[in-house]
C-alpha cells in the first residue's frame, strides 16, 4: 500500500489564504486529488493533478506537486467560511486510491 | 462532474436485520465502483473494489460473508450489511469510476445499529 500523511487542524482567518500540505511514499502514483468533505456529507472532487506536473490553478484553488519530495499542496486564496471542511488528498494509480488522515479546516470570521 | 447518488442518506436498523446500500452513477457508466467505510473523525477505510459483472475484490479483515457486494449493472452497486450489530454503525461512502479523471462519491450513508 501506500502512507498519505496530512496534518490533522488548520485555522485561518477570513480572507486569509489557506495552505493544506500532503506528503505521500510511492513516486509511482499518477493522480493526486483533493477531496472536500463537509459535515455529515460525501467527498467533493475539487481538483488533482497529473504526476508529470508541478501546478494547476482552478479559481481560488493552486495545487502544487513536488515530486522529489512527494509534497503535495492545496492553497486556497481569499478564504472564505463556507470553505471550512475536512479536506482529504489522495494519491491514485491503478483503480486503487490511498486517502490521506484529512485536514480539518476551521475558517474564523 | 459526474454525479454518483448514494441511497438512503441514513438509516436505522434493529441488530440482526439486514441493509442495503445503493449506489448509482447517473450521467456515467462505472466500470469501477468502490466502497468505503468513515469513522468519526477518522479518514476513509477502502472495503472492496468491484468491477461491472464480477466478484468484489475485498480488502483484508472486511468479512466478505457480512458485507455483501453486488455490481450488476455498469450503474448500480449495492453493498448489504448482514445481520448487522452496533459496531456495524458507520458512515458508508461509495464511489464511482467511469473513463473520466477521478472518482466520484456518493453522499454517504450513516447507518445507525439499535
Known amino acids: 500500500g501506500e502512507d498519505v500523511e496530512q496534518s490533522l487542524f488548520l485555522s485561518v482567518r477570513e480572507g486569509d489564504s489557506s495552505v493544506i500540505n500532503c506528503t505521500y511514499t510511492?513516486?509511482?502514483?499518477?493522480?493526486l486529488y483533493w477531496y472536500k468533505q463537509e459535515p455529515g456529507a460525501g467527498l467533493q472532487l475539487l481538483t488533482y493533478i497529473f504526476s508529470n506536473m508541478d501546478m494547476k490553478q482552478d479559481q481560488r484553488l493552486t495545487v502544487l506537486l513536488n515530486k522529489k519530495d512527494k509534497h503535495l499542496s492545496l492553497r486556497i486564496a481569499d478564504t472564505q467560511t463556507g470553505d471550512s471542511a475536512i479536506y482529504f488528498c489522495?494519491?491514485?494509480?491503478?483503480?486503487?486510491?490511498?486517502f490521506g488522515t484529512g485536514t480539518s479546516l476551521t475558517v474564523i470570521p | 462532474g459526474a454525479v454518483v447518488s448514494q441511497h438512503p442518506s441514513w438509516v436505522i436498523c434493529k441488530s440482526g436485520t439486514s441493509v442495503k446500500i445503493e449506489c448509482r452513477s447517473l450521467d456515467f457508466q462505472a466500470t469501477t465502483m468502490f466502497w468505503y467505510r468513515q469513522f468519526p473523525k477518522q479518514s476513509l477505510m477502502l472495503m472492496a473494489t468491484s468491477n461491472e459483472g464480477s466478484k468484489a475484490t475485498y480488502e483484508q479483515g472486511v468479512e466478505k460473508d457480512k458485507f455483501l457486494i453486488n455490481h450488476a449493472s455498469l450503474t448500480l452497486s449495492t453493498l448489504t450489511v448482514t445481520s448487522a450489530h452496533p459496531e456495524d454503525s458507520s458512515f458508508y461512502i461509495c464511489?464511482?469510476?467511469?473513463?473520466?479523471?477521478?472518482?466520484?462519491f456518493g453522499q454517504g450513508t450513516r447507518l445507525t445499529v439499535v
Open positions: 510511492d513516486s509511482s502514483s499518477t493522480y
Open positions: 489522495a494519491a491514485n494509480h491503478g483503480n486503487q486510491f490511498y
Open positions: 464511489s464511482a469510476q467511469g473513463n473520466e479523471d477521478g472518482a466520484f
